[in-house]
């Protein structure tokens, strides 16, 4: 895996102390591993450092997301990062399909929310929906309309070991 931070930029539970300068001004990745934390910077899910907490027997890092608390053991300041791949957008027609998600029509394919960790569910692709030749307008999985802006803003699925999004390079 190629990381996209230098490892001695990342706070942790045991530095977080130092982390506190950055408390309401500083934007940054929140995760609780090293992979997760590649994926949000990926995904380019940053938030600002709300607080240091204390929080059971250590400190924790907290934001907020859509009013919601959330604590995380690893927090990267954002100009840290050292590389992010390109830019992504929805995938536009059926050929693109095929290359990013790789599931043709009776095949079954694992999708969560985008950032979930426990839930998924399998689904089967059923069709989709054409404008203008190849351009999709819909996808049908398990029974469900999605847009291809849809699934590429609020899902994930499961290739190669990996979640991805539902996007390819600009």
Not at 1 to 30: C, H, I, P
């Amino acid at each position: 895996m190629k990381w996209l931070f230098d490892r001695k930029d990342v706070y942790s539970t045991l530095n977080a102390e130092d982390a506190e300068q950055f408390v309401q001004e500083k934007y940054g990745y929140f995760a609780d591993s090293l992979e997760e934390l590649n994926t949000v910077i990926n995904n380019r899910d940053n938030f600002k450092l709300a607080c240091v907490e204390d929080y059971t027997y250590d400190k924790r890092f907290m934001y907020e997301e859509d009013g919601e608390k959330i604590h995380t053991s690893l927090f990267l300041p954002e100009d840290k990062i050292l590389a992010v791949k390109t830019e992504l957008r929805p995938i536009k027609t059926i050929e693109e399909w095929k290359e990013t998600v790789g599931a043709n029509i009776g095949q079954i394919i694992q999708i969560r929310a985008k950032g979930q960790d426990i839930r998924h569910v399998n689904l089967i692709v059923s069709g989709f929906s054409f404008v203008h030749g190849n351009q999709i307008e819909k996808v049908i999985l398990g029974g469900f309309l999605y847009t291809p802006k849809t699934l590429f803003s609020e899902c994930e699925f499961y290739k190669d070991g990996q979640w991805c999004r539902f996007g390819v390079e600009e």
